[in-house]
């Protein structure tokens, strides 16, 4: 079906404003699909629609006497309605209302989310395609390793988040769902196909069964899923914290004009942005526990889930669409020193070939055993006393008698190592 709603962005979705014109939303829904059945009249319907209005601040001034927002919600619409009012509301519970209409904003959500993502997609595929063939030095541990390309590790994000996509898909068709099955889910004073008319007017789904509430397994599973796509930020994020430190520098945070790194050394620059967007992910990865909490509940409902989702939902999505922003410009941005990852890939003086090394070693007969010994006997050497490895290996009889000098200089070749990643990369962007 057409979509009813335009997509504001994150801020506007979790106003007060909006959540209750969500809640109007679905009552004024209700009230059609009820004329529609003839259980109310047609024309009590259009006054409603005509005369329904509220504020913020009368819902809020009613709430200190109700103590129940819905209540409050529904008396405001009252004072300014009138007499149809009395058909507001019909043979619905609180949950009916509010249930559907965090669909709604859920589902909006998402809908600022997915652009994001697919921008920081097309960042991810640039740079990839930009660092290619950029030798870099890979580690393990926070050791070097061997030598790899600097867009692999673009790539390999770009993998990551279009899995975080369709997660977040996923989340979105899981969580756009409404329920008007009553008090305690069974239809009590309503029959099924109200809740199937009303959801469909919604561009939701309904709930197959609920209790008095939509179950809390699909909220857990988006907030997850933000939990797993802030981490996968955080990850990009600690990377350039990593790249970005002085005995490293290979990649590093744009500095602008004027910009501060601390009070006290005027030398720094430090990796501000990617600091805020690891500390963010934490927040929420927090709240996803939260969401996982929710789901056990006393009996067809209790509201110990309601005070919490007023926080991690909207703070969830809030920071997470900031953090999402924040990495995409980050990256987009990031300025990227290719002659300090040549230096760095040579810091070990040729240690990083050790492993081409050995298995050229074992291709001419050598035992594996014998071939590591060897290799690695001149490495230990390099670490403890200096020099560089090639030399040693050069110098050192048992290789020699093995390997002819052209085979000896391939070995340190680095475009060995790069030889696959083209094709790597039309596995990934293909």
């Not at 921008?119 to 890979?138: H, M, S």
């Not at 008095?212 to 988006?222: F, G, L």
């Not at 927090?286 to 909490?293: D, M, P, R, T, Y």
């Not at 290789?399 to 990934?428: A, C, G």
């Amino acid at each position: 079906m057409i979509e009813r709603y335009t997509l504001p962005e994150m801020g506007a979705i979790w106003s007060p404003e909006n959540k209750f014109q969500k809640w109007l939303d679905v009552e004024i829904a209700v009230c059609e699909v009820h004329a529609e059945m003839g259980t109310i009249p047609e024309k009590a319907v259009k006054e409603i629609k005509e005369k329904a209005a509220f504020t913020v601040e009368r819902i809020n001034e009613i709430e200190k006497t109700t103590d129940h927002d819905v209540i409050a919600f529904t008396t405001n619409l009252a004072e300014n309605i009138g007499e149809a009012a009395r058909f507001v509301h019909y043979g619905l519970t609180s949950s009916d209302v509010v249930d559907t209409a965090n669909a709604l904003l859920l589902k909006e959500s998402c809908g600022v989310f997915l652009p994001k993502i697919d921008a920081l997609l097309e960042v991810l595929k640039r740079r990839a395609f930009e660092f290619k063939d950029t030798p870099q030095i890979g580690r393990t541990h926070g050791i070097h390793a061997e030598p790899t390309s600097f867009g692999m590790t673009f790539a390999l994000w770009f993998a990551e988040m279009r899995r975080n996509k369709e997660r977040l898909q996923r989340a979105k068709e899981i969580i756009s769902v409404g329920k008007i099955s009553g008090a305690v889910g069974a239809f009590a004073h309503l029959d099924p196909e109200v809740e199937e008319r009303v959801c469909e007017k919604l561009g939701l789904q309904f709930a197959p069964i609920s209790t008095q509430i939509i179950q809390r397994d699909r909220y857990a599973e988006y907030l997850c899923t933000l939990a797993i796509i802030a981490s996968s930020l955080e990850k990009f994020a600690l990377q350039v914290r990593h790249w970005q430190r002085t005995e490293v520098r290979e990649a590093q945070e744009k500095f602008k004009t004027g910009q501060k790194g601390s009070s006290a050394m005027p030398q720094k620059r430090n990796p501000i942005l990617s600091e805020r967007i690891c500390g963010m992910a934490r927040t929420i990865r927090a709240n996803s526990i939260v969401g996982l909490e929710n789901i056990a509940l006393w009996h067809e409902r209790d509201i110990s889930h309601s005070s919490a989702e007023r926080i991690v939902l909207p703070d969830s999505s809030s920071a997470l669409d900031y953090i999402l922003a924040k990495t995409t410009s980050l990256l987009d941005t990031l300025v990227v020193y290719p002659e300090n990852m040549l230096k760095n890939l040579n810091a070990t003086h040729g240690l990083v070939f050790s492993g081409q090394l050995l298995l050229v070693l074992t291709q001419k007969g050598v035992s594996r055993e014998d071939a590591y010994i060897w290799a690695q006997r001149n490495a230990m050497k390099i670490w403890d006393e200096g020099g560089e490895f090639k030399d040693l290996v050069f110098a050192d009889k048992d290789i020699t008698s093995r390997l002819s000098s052209e085979e000896i200089e391939k070995v340190f070749d680095v475009k060995h190592y790069l030889r696959n990643v083209d094709n790597v990369f039309v596995r990934v962007f293909s």
